[in-house]
């Protein structure tokens, strides 16, 4: 089946500091691949997708690179900000799926301290 | 652009009873999903709808659950006979559909406790 799995949290770091989020995936054939992000108290939202192997998708600073070979989609950030604690989801469209609902991860907190 | 909106955005119930919630998507989307989530995991798909018609169901989706979207604007999801086990945050999603990975856009959630 299609899973995503993503490094537990909470994570915390300290403002300007380097940021990786671990996420693997199962599926079949290869699925668009997603992050979404969820502020205290508000929606998902998304942060970057790649819908094929080697896109890097990019916004706000984040990166991460669809890797076919390792079925990853790690995210990444040179330098977080307070702002920028919240949760994180690693999610993923499977390709055979026409009505295309995400398998989403378990999330990872981000908690950035100034 | 007002975004996806849900109502209630909180709802208490005692088990046993039936409760209502809606999702009003981004006015010009024509698919519209509903998913749910729990403290610590990510959301779970439910349902969607392409315009009006429900076309997948997970099977997460009791027989105490329904959904509808009578007119392919606003959707309702209603569960019979709460459990408490039915506790979660319920939401909604709307996209336009382009093609394969188009963007969905959430709504803030309903938070559904059961007693």
């Known amino acids: 089946g299609n899973s995503v799995t993503q490094m537990e949290g909470p994570v915390t770091l300290s403002e300007e500091a380097f940021l990786t989020i671990n996420c693997t995936y199962t599926a079949t054939g290869y699925p668009s691949l997603f992050w979404y992000v969820q502020y205290p108290g508000e929606g998902l939202q998304l942060l970057l997708k790649?819908?094929?192997?080697?896109d890097k998708g990019s916004n706000k600073g984040f990166e991460a690179t669809y890797r076919k070979e390792t079925t990853s989609f790690h995210l990444e950030k040179g330098s977080v900000q307070v702002s920028d604690s919240a949760v994180y989801f690693c999610?993923?469209?499977?390709?055979?799926?026409?009505?295309?609902?995400?398998?989403f991860g378990p999330g990872t907190r981000l908690s950035v301290l100034p | 652009d007002t975004g996806v909106s849900q109502n209630p955005r909180h709802k208490i119930t005692k088990r046993g009873q039936n409760v209502t919630f809606r999702c009003d998507p981004i006015?010009?989307?024509?698919?519209l999903y509903w998913y749910r989530q729990t403290l610590g995991q990510g959301p779970e798909f439910l349902t969607y709808f392409q315009n009006e018609a429900q076309l997948e169901k997970s099977r997460l989706l009791s027989d105490r659950f329904s959904a509808e979207r009578p007119k392919g604007s606003f959707s309702t999801l209603e569960i019979q006979r709460t459990e408490q086990g039915d506790s979660a945050m319920y939401l909604c999603?709307?996209?336009?559909?382009?093609?394969?990975?188009?963007?969905?856009?959430f709504g803030p959630g309903t938070r559904l406790t059961v007693l």
């Open positions: 999603a709307s996209s336009l559909e382009l093609g394969r990975g188009d963007t969905q856009y």
């Open positions: 790649a819908t094929k192997a080697d």
């Open positions: 006015s010009e989307h024509n698919r």
């Open positions: 999610a993923l469209i499977p390709r055979d799926n026409y009505g295309q609902n995400f398998v």
